[in-house]
């Protein structure tokens, strides 16, 4: 079964500095439908305005992971880490027992776009920890790349769930399969561009839940970036 979640019909809020739409519930939004698939619970389309920002708030026990679309976004944490995050960089944070970090925009003219994904993490009250990867954009035209991962396998960064995250690029036309385990499901976000999916199509923005079906096959219709999430 596929079921497509539409771009407009995410939760959305806009703090001027902030325009953010939300896949799941989320802050001020909340629709019972839309609580998150298996451990998946937050996916976050953010724009920040240039200079904009996040200032220092605390988390605990939960799997936290940047994405940058456009833009650099900064980074800095209670455990003494500092970055600069762009295109083709993967963040992970598990809070764990708590941690406090901020996060703003680099750049004083640009907006950075960006997706916060949340897993809820297997264990609680791990010692907080951080990982920071770059993964080329060429490396991903045409095929899966593992960006996250319980146990590190294929260079991907390690996370306390199990759950995989991957990343493909397609180009028009271009075909891609993927297939699940008989006890798995999925969740699709097309973080760019357009696709087919099955007989469907989907649209920047738009997502996809995936219970029951072992063969994903996607194709291209315009420059697409598409992220895949294999849950149990």
Known sequence: ????????DRGHA???????????????????????VSNLRVINDD?????????????????????????????????GNGSVIRPGDVQRMSAGTGVA???????????????????QPNVLGVEPSYDQRHFPV?????????????????????THQDALMYSALLAPSETLEY?????????????RGKI??????????DGLTIHKEELLRLEGIEDAEVLLFDLP
């Open 1 to 8: 079964m596929l079921a497509i979640r539409k771009a407009d």
């Open 14 to 36: 806009n703090h001027g500095w902030l325009d953010s739409y939300h896949t799941f519930s989320f802050g001020g939004y909340y629709d019972p439908r839309h609580m998150g």
């Open 47 to 79: 724009t920040v305005a240039p200079a904009g920002g996040f200032a220092t708030h605390d988390h605990r026990d939960m799997e936290i992971i940047s994405y940058v679309l456009e833009g650099a976004l900064e980074h800095k944490d209670s455990m």
């Open 101 to 119: 970090h901020s996060e703003y925009n680099h750049s004083n003219r640009e907006p950075v776009h960006f997706l916060q994904i949340w897993l």
């Open 138 to 158: 060429e490396h991903r035209r045409g095929r899966w790349v593992l960006l996250v991962s319980p146990d590190g396998r294929d260079s991907s960064i390690t």
């Open 179 to 191: 297939q699940f385990g008989a006890d798995r499901q999925g969740y699709l976000h097309l973080a």
């Open 196 to 205: 087919h999916v099955g007989n469907a199509s989907l649209n920047q923005g």
